[in-house]
């Protein structure tokens, strides 16, 4: 799609227009954008040589004058004493495709405004500024050019959201605590968030959602936010081992600091802030990325019937594996995950990967064999490398182990991070350990170093106890999927186990982010000593409602034999998409999604509730007009309840078409998932 560009150079205003006026109760506004539907207004100001931004949306303010700017190590800090020098705004208006995802085009429309700030004494050092304002959210991200050839040495990011936000509901989980992402999310009037992680995510009582999150996390630390007062929220870098938080060689830009802002949750979700915000595609042509299902030696391991250490219960044996992939390749699943293949998990592996060989098969498995058995059934082995937070270790083996996933047709990895947060281990070669955290910036650029080296040798990965995803699927469609919240393995053995609302609070926080690879279906419903909280129905639901290019098919091969009319919508759904909407939705109650396959002309349907019960009447206006589907219903039945009636379920059929309006009732707990499939 060409692309329009209009440029319009402003002569910056006059120096003089930025003395104290006699009553400085509003800072001066230096420079203003509005976003291409004029919805929502950034200003900046200048109060006495400081910058603030601040935003409005319709005419009513959203942020209030917010802080911008930097502490430094050996230097002044980056706050006081600016003036505007120059100032620039441009139009973009264009549409880009993804290789696979939520959507395969997607509009980039926005105003960027730059603003270059320079201080008027001293330094005399210059920031520059950069807004893009979109109609549903705002990013910007400071730029520091080159002004001298030492090391830009970060102690502290000033940036604040000053959200005018008065009797807002929050939906958060704590940043800095030791269990990374993997906090359920506390539901909290606005005045009772502490430290969190984004996206963190705000209803306002105006009905207005808005969501606080980053984008292109790239060389830099992860930003939490504290909240300092009131409603007003402060960047807090994620620490690194020496003490500052941020060391960079200038010219460098941070990660984009960015707002979601929407009528409705649904439009919350919808938004593609982010990844428009990101760089486009930097590996060219990647389509050797096929997304697919996959199965494997995992949740027998969480059930405790089998171990990842070696000896009689070992699960990654020849024989155990050859199972996996005969059930991959009679029911079409492209992926076996083996979990436990290598050397390294007899001892205490949590916390301490030092024993992890990951070119070494254990003794009674016989990986070349595998692959090959794999492969002559059409299916293909998927890479486990667990580092237990051992990082260094790992990353001195990186080449060789990808290099052997390479040889042998491994092109999906799955790599662990099991540490508590705070206690990646380092070893620069100089005897000591150093411990960083799992969003530091030392972390975020081994993230980036195993997914180009994973590129080089076409194999995509998905991290668990990752570090959280910014939309850097865009510039490396390698990066498919990831875990970074409560997945499917709190089920088996949570303390407390999932709720039934904390799948429906994903969607409108940690899945605002991008993939989760949560590792759904579980139809036998049970976990290790205790229930799932969840009907049958919702479990194949989730496969349409929690988004990832690579999707497990979670639970053993014998649980899937006992529900053969479930188990036939887990084989049948899809997981690459042409487009996707979210039908109905309200933070933390339920959600209701509709996405057409790629490439195809199905349409899936997928809807979860929390603990309550809810009838939704859902118009089929999605579906080509003038064409008869059978909708393929996966439903709760009428007695279903996730306490104590989860299993009762109902497949039925139906003919409808886009004029159609469906009654979807979903059971305390419950799920429904639908197949829409053209009639010939
Ligand atoms: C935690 C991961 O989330 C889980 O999927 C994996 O099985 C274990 N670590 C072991 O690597
Ligand atoms: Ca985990």
């Given at each position: 799609?060409?692309?329009?560009?209009?440029?319009?150079l402003?002569?910056?205003l006059?120096?003089?227009?930025?003395s104290?006026?006699?009553?400085a109760?509003?800072?001066?506004?230096?420079?203003?954008?509005?976003?291409?539907?004029?919805?929502?207004?950034?200003?900046?100001?200048?109060?006495?040589?400081?910058?603030?931004?601040?935003?409005?949306?319709?005419?009513?303010?959203?942020v209030?004058?917010?802080r911008?700017?930097f502490?430094?190590?050996?230097?002044?800090?980056?706050?006081?004493n600016?003036?505007?020098?120059?100032q620039?705004?441009?139009?973009r208006?264009?549409?880009?495709?993804?290789?696979?995802?939520?959507?395969?085009?997607?509009?980039?429309?926005?105003?960027?405004?730059?603003?270059?700030?320079?201080?008027?004494?001293?330094?005399?050092?210059?920031?520059?500024?950069?807004?893009r304002v979109?109609?549903?959210?705002?990013g910007?991200?400071?730029?520091?050019?080159?002004e001298?050839?030492?090391?830009?040495?970060?102690?502290?990011e000033?940036?604040e959201?000053n959200l005018?936000?008065?009797?807002?509901?929050?939906?958060?989980?704590?940043?800095?605590?030791?269990?990374?992402?993997?906090?359920?999310?506390?539901?909290?009037?606005?005045?009772?968030?502490?430290?969190?992680?984004?996206?963190?995510?705000?209803?306002?009582?105006?009905g207005?959602?808005?969501?606080?999150?980053?984008?292109?996390?790239?060389?830099?630390?992860g930003?939490?936010?504290?909240?300092?007062?009131?409603?007003?929220?402060?960047?807090?870098?994620?620490?690194?081992?020496?003490?500052?938080?941020?060391?960079?060689?200038?010219?460098?830009?941070?990660?984009?600091?960015?707002l979601?802002?929407?009528?409705?949750?649904?439009?919350?979700?919808?938004?593609?802030?982010?990844?428009?915000?990101?760089?486009?595609?930097?590996?060219?042509?990647?389509?050797?990325?096929k997304?697919?299902?996959?199965?494997?030696?995992w949740?027998?391991?969480?059930?405790e019937?089998?171990?990842?250490?070696?000896?009689?219960?070992h699960?990654?044996t020849?024989a155990?594996?050859?199972?996996?992939?005969?059930?991959?390749a009679?029911?079409?699943?492209?992926?076996?995950?083996v979990?436990?293949?290598?050397?390294?998990?007899?001892?205490?592996?949590?916390?301490?990967?030092?024993?992890?060989?990951?070119?070494?098969?254990?003794?009674?498995?016989?990986?070349?064999?595998?692959a090959?058995?794999?492969?002559?059934?059409?299916?293909?082995?998927v890479?486990?490398?667990?580092?237990?937070?051992?990082?260094?270790?790992?990353?001195?083996?990186?080449?060789?182990?990808?290099?052997?996933?390479?040889?042998l047709?491994?092109?999906?990895?799955?790599?662990?991070?099991?540490?508590d947060?705070?206690?990646?281990?380092?070893?620069?070669?100089d005897?000591?350990?150093?411990?960083?955290?799992?969003?530091?910036?030392?972390?975020?650029?081994?993230?980036?170093?195993?997914?180009?080296?994973?590129?080089?040798?076409?194999?995509?990965?998905?991290?668990?106890?990752?570090?959280?995803?910014?939309?850097?699927r865009?510039?490396?469609?390698?990066?498919?999927?990831?875990?970074?919240?409560?997945?499917?393995?709190?089920?088996?053995?949570?303390?407390?186990?999932?709720?039934?609302?904390?799948?429906?609070?994903?969607?409108?926080?940690?899945?605002?982010?991008?993939?989760m690879?949560f590792?759904?279906?579980?139809?036998s419903?049970?976990?290790?000593?205790?229930?799932?909280?969840?009907?049958?129905?919702?479990?194949?639901?989730?496969?349409?409602v929690?988004?990832?290019?690579?999707?497990?098919v979670?639970?053993?091969?014998?649980?899937?034999?006992?529900?053969?009319?479930?188990?036939?919508?887990?084989?049948?759904?899809?997981?690459?998409?042409?487009?996707?909407?979210v039908?109905?939705?309200?933070?933390?109650?339920?959600?209701?999604?509709?996405?057409?396959e790629?490439?195809?002309?199905?349409?899936?349907?997928?809807?979860?509730?929390?603990?309550?019960?809810?009838?939704?009447d859902?118009?089929?206006?999605?579906?080509?007009?003038?064409?008869?589907?059978?909708?393929?219903?996966?439903?709760?039945?009428?007695?279903?309840?996730?306490?104590?009636?989860?299993?009762?379920?109902?497949?039925e059929?139906?003919?409808?078409?886009?004029?159609?309006?469906?009654r979807?009732?979903l059971?305390?707990?419950?799920?429904?998932?639908?197949?829409?499939?053209?009639?010939?």
């Amino acid at each position: 799609m060409p692309m329009r560009r209009l440029c319009l150079l402003l002569l910056s205003l006059a120096a003089p227009l930025f003395s104290a006026p006699a009553i400085a109760a509003e800072p001066l506004v230096v420079a203003a954008v509005d976003s291409p539907g004029k919805v929502l207004r950034v200003e900046l100001s200048l109060d006495e040589g400081r910058i603030a931004w601040r935003a409005s949306r319709l005419g009513e303010p959203i942020v209030a004058p917010s802080r911008l700017g930097f502490l430094l190590r050996d230097a002044e800090k980056l706050e006081r004493n600016f003036v505007l020098v120059e100032q620039h705004t441009s139009a973009r208006d264009e549409t880009w495709q993804q290789p696979w995802g939520e959507n395969r085009l997607v509009r980039d429309h926005h105003v960027e405004l730059r603003a270059r700030f320079a201080e008027s004494m001293r330094a005399k050092r210059t920031l520059d500024l950069v807004f893009r304002v979109f109609d549903d959210g705002i990013g910007f991200r400071y730029e520091f050019p080159q002004e001298s050839a030492t090391d830009v040495v970060i102690d502290d990011e000033l940036t604040e959201f000053n959200l005018v936000a008065p009797a807002a509901t929050a939906w958060w989980i704590p940043a800095g605590e030791w269990n990374r992402y993997e906090y359920l999310y506390q539901r909290t009037p606005i005045e009772q968030v502490g430290q969190v992680h984004t996206p963190v995510t705000f209803r306002l009582a105006s009905g207005l959602h808005v969501a606080i999150h980053e984008a292109a996390l790239v060389d830099y630390a992860g930003m939490w936010l504290r909240r300092v007062e009131g409603t007003r929220f402060k960047a807090v870098l994620s620490p690194a081992s020496e003490g500052w938080k941020v060391r960079r060689r200038a010219p460098f830009t941070t990660p984009w600091r960015t707002l979601r802002v929407a009528d409705t949750a649904a439009a919350l979700y919808e938004s593609n802030l982010e990844l428009n915000l990101n760089a486009p595609n930097q590996l060219g042509d990647t389509s050797w990325f096929k997304p697919a299902k996959y199965v494997g030696v995992w949740w027998e391991l969480h059930l405790e019937n089998s171990t990842w250490a070696t000896g009689p219960k070992h699960g990654a044996t020849t024989a155990n594996t050859r199972r996996y992939i005969d059930f991959a390749a009679e029911n079409g699943f492209r992926g076996v995950l083996v979990e436990g293949w290598n050397r390294g998990w007899d001892g205490q592996w949590f916390g301490d990967g030092n024993d992890f060989d990951f070119t070494r098969a254990t003794d009674d498995f016989d990986l070349e064999g595998l692959a090959a058995y794999a492969k002559q059934r059409g299916v293909h082995l998927v890479g486990h490398h667990e580092t237990g937070g051992a990082v260094s270790h790992y990353e001195r083996q990186l080449g060789d182990a990808l290099d052997l996933y390479r040889r042998l047709g491994i092109d999906v990895l799955k790599s662990g991070y099991v540490a508590d947060a705070g206690q990646i281990e380092r070893n620069d070669g100089d005897g000591l350990v150093h411990r960083e955290w799992h969003d530091g910036q030392w972390m975020v650029r081994h993230h980036e170093r195993v997914v180009r080296e994973a590129a080089a040798r076409h194999i995509a990965v998905n991290p668990h106890e990752p570090v959280k995803d910014t939309g850097l699927r865009r510039t490396w469609p390698n990066w498919v999927s990831r875990e970074g919240a409560r997945g499917m393995e709190y089920a088996a053995w949570g303390n407390p186990p999932n709720p039934p609302e904390h799948e429906v609070n994903l969607v409108f926080t940690r899945m605002l982010a991008g993939p989760m690879d949560f590792t759904p279906g579980i139809l036998s419903l049970m976990g290790r000593k205790q229930p799932l909280k969840s009907t049958l129905a919702r479990q194949l639901a989730l496969y349409v409602v929690l988004y990832s290019p690579i999707q497990m098919v979670a639970d053993l091969p014998a649980n899937y034999a006992r529900q053969p009319e479930a188990f036939r919508f887990i084989r049948d759904v899809a997981v690459d998409w042409e487009t996707t909407r979210v039908l109905a939705g309200e933070v933390g109650d339920y959600v209701v999604f509709a996405r057409r396959e790629r490439g195809g002309d199905t349409w899936f349907l997928g809807g979860i509730t929390d603990e309550n019960g809810r009838v939704l009447d859902v118009p089929l206006a999605f579906l080509e007009p003038k064409r008869r589907y059978v909708a393929e219903i996966y439903r709760d039945g009428d007695d279903a309840h996730w306490r104590d009636n989860p299993f009762d379920f109902v497949r039925e059929t139906r003919e409808v078409g886009s004029a159609d309006t469906l009654r979807v009732r979903l059971a305390a707990g419950g799920g429904q998932a639908i197949r829409f499939v053209p009639k010939r």
